[in-house]
């Protein structure tokens, strides 16, 4: 018998477990022993080193009862046997609470009446899952009990273990309220110019090519609605001031003929139609952005809207890049609160406004102007960015990107296509169910990309089944660039790789501190480690990507609810664990540790070798104190981070208090925020503005996601002075090492 015990413990006899979803695994005594420990912990507050006994009693019964291939139920059983007729009478009560605990919580999962009793409840991870929705007005909890209604039916509807997996919190289906239930896609590049060209169709409007940029935005807020209402992803702009610049020409020529009837001077002339068409640029760009932050789409919230612009060099178009630019600078209403839609993000190109001597350096001296005032723009880097995705396009939604794709006449395509869904891996689990042991961790996490594969071909093999005229914004009127015939399949949009659909991933940091320790940064053998990792994601997107003709991409999650749902899962499941579990939350992506004090190059040199492996969505952060006085030190970063990496946002103290005019940051509390100087918690009063997983909110007005103001209070407060004070009386020569303009 002891010979059977060890074969079965060593798994040489290539004993079987299969699962409750129907699959079929290796059997592995660990997760018995650590089932029991589990339950000694709650009992004692402590593990027993002597259960050996108990393990060793149980895998004999399975071998002799059941030979090599077992069940979940069988398992069990003979668990609760064994531990019943052991002196432990109460870890063995513990043991049975809690398997009828989680067979009752697997139950209420997909039953709708529970989800929908949760919502009346005010349930916190559902009432704040999402920082931009308001779930204090009624359109929004309109569309929070249909999505606990969607989620429940949606997970009735996917592969039983993956749902399984999800509901352990081993993988996260997103967007679980919209898709599956409905076959919908996610982010997209909206066709603006296509649809402005040939015109479209919404509701019982059909809308011909604007003839002024006052009724392109006014079109493009319109669109922007319209898909954002029949997807649930973000929406961008793709080069916006290249895609306007044709219908603010229209203005000033309209203008120019205006000036010829009033004014006899030809000089006169064209600097009034320049300087009326400059107004009108002006007026187009300010109702963009309070049309965007006003609109409400069917799902009970702003659009999540991206302006992507910082290419165009004509006059025009260097206008348009101003406007958008001053427009955010002057804020919201009479108190000029920060605008939190839409994302901006300026691009920065060597020869076009990366240098003094390049003709648009005049607007980048607004962009760092704006993003130390709004934390807007962020900034795309050209030449690495084509270096890592294949072609330039800005983040579909807040980093999210498109791999480059040609159609079959050779042209580059950008605009049009889109994301069909996301599916993340909790990383941080199968580091800790590993238990250190490096070789049990790449088969735990081979085991976990299988269950990811058929969580992602699912996604596609669903959306696929929609039919052009249940979006008509995007399958039939231009949105997505080719215009489908009713009987079209819309897999035409989708397949050879035109559409992404995307592997996520979080907790890179975490897993590496279950091997190295928390101070990893610095150990390269640790570094090697997490690259490695993020290559196995890679190989197995690119695999899938060849077997099944979509463009399977490695995506660095943006975790809003997850940091808090995966650590809080993990943290009931295995107890408080230091730097790990411990924090309440996980770090998002490849992100370095946002507890410890890098200075912007330094983050910036460490998180520069991940995108190359996970280019389907990436974006790098750095934290700074009030840069308003100190524009120099930000460009110094920026052009630091040129040639290094693709994507960078600006993390820096934008809140404003009414009551006593203090600027800077406001402290995080457990019941919001408060202003540092006078204890000020009124929203009506303050303007709290925080960056939440891309995109900004406000979470005065907008419940923050659980767990998020604990990350926040552990992000870099100040970095050092060498950093951001420039040298007395020198001008900045900017080159790749900035570090030579600083103290």
Same mark, same amino acid.
């Given at each position: 018998?002891?010979? =059977? ?7 040489k ?13 290796n059997?592995n005594? !660990?997760k018995?022993? %650590? ?8 009992v004692?507050?402590?593990e ?5 006994e108990?393990?060793k ?15 979940? !139920? ?17 870890v ?5 609470? *809690?398997?009828v605990?989680?067979? &009752? ?5 997909v ?5 929908i009793?949760? /919502?009346?409840?005010k ?6 899952e999402n ?20 989620? %429940? ?5 996917? @592969?039983?273990?993956v ?7 081993q #993988? ?17 590049? #909206?066709d ?12 019982n409007? &059909? ?11 006014a ?5 922007? %609605?319209?898909?954002a ?42 600097a009034?139609?320049v300087s ?6 002006y ?16 799902q009970?919230?702003t ?6 612009f910082?290419l165009?060099t ?10 958008? /630019? ?11 609160? =920060? ?12 020869g076009?406004?990366?240098?003094? $001597? ?9 962009? /760092?102007?704006?993003?130390a ?21 800005? @983040?579909?939604?807040?980093r999210?990107?498109?791999?480059g794709w040609?159609d079959?006449?050779?042209?580059e ?5 889109m994301?069909?869904?996301?599916v ?8 800790i ?14 085991e976990r /990309? ?10 596609v ?9 249940n %979006?008509p ?15 079209e399949s819309?897999?035409k949009?989708?397949k050879?790789?035109?559409?992404? $659909?995307?592997?996520?991933y #979080? ?7 279950a ?7 610095e150990?390269?053998e640790?570094k090697?480690f ?5 290559k196995?994601?890679k ?6 990507g ?7 991409s ?13 650590c809080?899962?993990?943290?009931? +499941? ?9 924090k309440?939350? *996980? ?19 460490f998180?520069?070798d991940?995108?190359q ?16 006085q100190n524009?120099?030190a930000?460009?110094?970063v ?18 404003h ?5 203090f ?12 202003c540092?100087?006078?204890g ?21 007005? +907008? ?5 998020r ?8 407060k ?8 420039l040298?007395?009386? &020198?001008?900045?020569?900017l ?9």
């Amino acid at each position: 018998m002891e010979q =059977t015990f060890k074969g079965i413990k060593e798994n040489k006899t290539n004993t079987i477990v299969i699962k409750r979803d129907g699959r079929v695994v290796n059997f592995n005594p !660990n997760k018995i022993k %650590a089932a029991i420990n589990k339950a000694f912990t709650h009992v004692y507050s402590s593990e027993d080193a002597e259960i050996s006994e108990l393990v060793k009693d149980i895998i004999t019964k399975l071998s002799t009862r059941y030979g090599q291939e077992l069940t979940i !139920n069988q398992i069990q059983r003979v668990t609760e046997e064994v531990l019943v007729a052991s002196e432990y009478n109460e870890v063995a009560q513990a043991y049975i609470s *809690y398997r009828v605990q989680r067979e &009752q919580e697997r139950m209420l999962s997909v039953d709708i009446n529970e989800s929908i009793k949760a /919502l009346t409840a005010k349930e916190s991870t559902l009432m704040n899952e999402n920082a931009n929705k308001d779930s204090r007005v009624f359109n929004t909890q309109r569309d929070l009990t249909a999505g606990v209604t969607a989620k %429940a039916i949606g997970l009735k509807m996917l @592969p039983p273990h993956v749902a399984n997996a999800h509901l352990k919190g081993q #993988i996260h289906y997103h967007d679980l309220d919209y898709q599956p239930y409905a076959p919908m896609t996610n982010c997209s590049l #909206i066709d603006f110019e296509t649809m402005f060209n040939e015109g479209f169709t919404i509701g019982n409007a &059909q809308v011909e090519s604007p003839q002024s940029i006052q009724t392109a935005t006014a079109q493009m807020a319109q669109i922007i %609605a319209n898909v954002a209402s029949s997807q649930y992803g973000g929406t961008s702009a793709n080069r916006i001031d290249e895609i306007l610049a044709p219908y603010a020409e229209k203005n000033y020529h309209k203008n120019l003929k205006m000036a010829h009837q009033w004014i006899e001077d030809e000089d006169k002339q064209k600097a009034f139609a320049v300087s009326k068409t400059k107004k009108d640029i002006y007026d187009a760009m300010q109702s963009l952005e309070y049309e965007i932050n006003t609109l409400y789409t069917s799902q009970g919230q702003t659009p999540f809207t991206t302006l992507g612009f910082g290419l165009g060099t004509s006059w025009i178009e260097r206008e348009i890049q101003f406007a958008i /630019l001053k427009v955010r600078l002057e804020g919201l209403g009479s108190e000029k609160r =920060t605008a939190i839609f839409p994302k901006l993000v300026f691009t920065l190109r060597d020869g076009v406004n990366l240098k003094e $001597v390049d003709p648009n350096y005049d607007i980048k001296q607004l962009a /760092l102007e704006c993003t130390a005032k709004r934390m807007y723009p962020d900034v795309l880097m050209y030449d690495k960015l084509v270096e890592l995705t294949g072609s330039f396009k800005v @983040p579909m939604g807040c980093r999210s990107f498109l791999q480059g794709w040609k159609d079959d006449n050779g042209n580059e395509v950008n605009d049009g296509r889109m994301n069909l869904g996301v599916v993340t891996l909790n990383l941080p689990r199968i580091a800790i169910e590993s238990s250190e042991n490096k070789e049990q961790f790449w088969s735990i996490l081979e085991e976990r /990309l299988d269950i990811m594969t058929d969580a992602l071909v699912y996604r596609v093999e669903r959306v696929k089944e929609a039919l052009p005229e249940n %979006a008509p914004i995007l399958y039939q009127y231009g949105a997505f660039g080719e215009r489908l015939n009713e009987d079209e399949s819309v897999d035409k949009l989708f397949k050879n790789k035109r559409a992404t $659909v995307s592997l996520g991933y #979080i907790g890179l940091y975490e897993v590496a501190t279950a091997f190295y320790g928390p101070d990893w940064e610095e150990n390269k053998e640790a570094k090697d480690f997490t690259l490695e990792v993020i290559k196995t994601l890679k190989a197995k997107a690119d695999e899938l990507g060849e077997q099944y003709g979509y463009h399977f991409s490695v995506y660095s999650t943006p975790s809003e609810s997850l940091t808090d749902r995966f650590c809080r899962m993990d943290k009931e +499941r295995f107890g408080s664990i230091p730097n790990i579990t411990d924090k309440d939350y *996980y770090t998002n992506s490849f992100h370095y540790d946002v507890r410890k004090n890098p200075t912007p190059f330094e983050k910036i040199e460490f998180e520069k070798d991940y995108p190359q492996y996970c280019s389907g969505g990436f974006i790098h952060y750095c934290e700074y104190p009030n840069m308003r006085q100190n524009l120099k030190a930000l460009e110094t970063v920026w052009d630091f981070a040129y040639d290094k990496i693709g994507y960078l946002g600006t993390n820096t103290p934008i809140d404003h208090c009414y009551e006593c005019d203090f600027d800077g940051e406001f402290e995080a509390t457990e019941r919001g925020f408060k202003c540092p100087q006078c204890g000020n918690q009124n929203p009506d009063t303050s303007d709290v503005v925080k960056r939440t997983c891309g995109y900004l909110g406000n979470p005065q007005k +907008r419940p923050m996601v659980r767990g998020r103001h604990k990350e926040i209070n552990a992000r870099v407060k100040h970095i050092p002075d060498s950093v951001v004070k420039l040298k007395r009386n &020198q001008k900045a020569k900017l080159s790749n090492d900035s570090r030579s303009v600083l103290e």
